[in-house]
Nanobody, 120 residues
Framework: QVQLVESGGGLVQPGGSLRLSCTAS????????MGWFRQTPGKEREFVVT????????YYTSSVRGRFTISRDNTKNTVYLQMNNLKPKDTTVYYC?????????????WGQGTEVTVSS
């Protein structure tokens, strides 16, 4: 089992920045891919970005490419999502997830979510 805890959400003005963190505990592994998703209540969950276990490979959805950056520190079992030039359409709940079998495989573990609101 892996437990994931997100933090760093909040209220920010359009054009502003936030950095989300996701710390893993339990049966963690440096080979586990990690991803960020987002979901607004009543809507489908949306993939945002994923990073490989060694941090060398990443893949972003087109709507955030160039604005968001994912990184990880395996010594701290933590994944980060740096979000710059935030837009109102980025407002939603962001979830961290772990995929033990690889970036494009099933995400077996999920955090509780952290809310991001972009508004003036």
């Amino acid at each position: 089992q892996v437990q994931l805890v997100e933090s760093g959400g909040g209220l920010v003005q359009p054009g502003g920045s936030l950095r989300l963190s996701c710390t893993a505990s339990g049966e963690t592994s440096s080979t586990t891919a990690m991803g960020w998703f987002r979901q607004t209540p009543g809507k489908e969950r949306e993939f945002v970005v994923t990073i490989s276990g060694n941090g060398l490979s990443t893949y972003y959805t087109s709507s955030v490419r160039g604005r968001f950056t994912i990184s990880r520190d395996n010594t701290k079992n933590t994944v980060y999502l740096q979000m710059n030039n935030l837009k109102p359409k980025d407002t939603t709940v962001y979830y961290c997830a772990a995929a033990p079998r690889g970036m494009f495989r099933t995400y077996d573990y999920w955090g509780q979510g952290t809310e991001v609101t972009v508004s003036s």
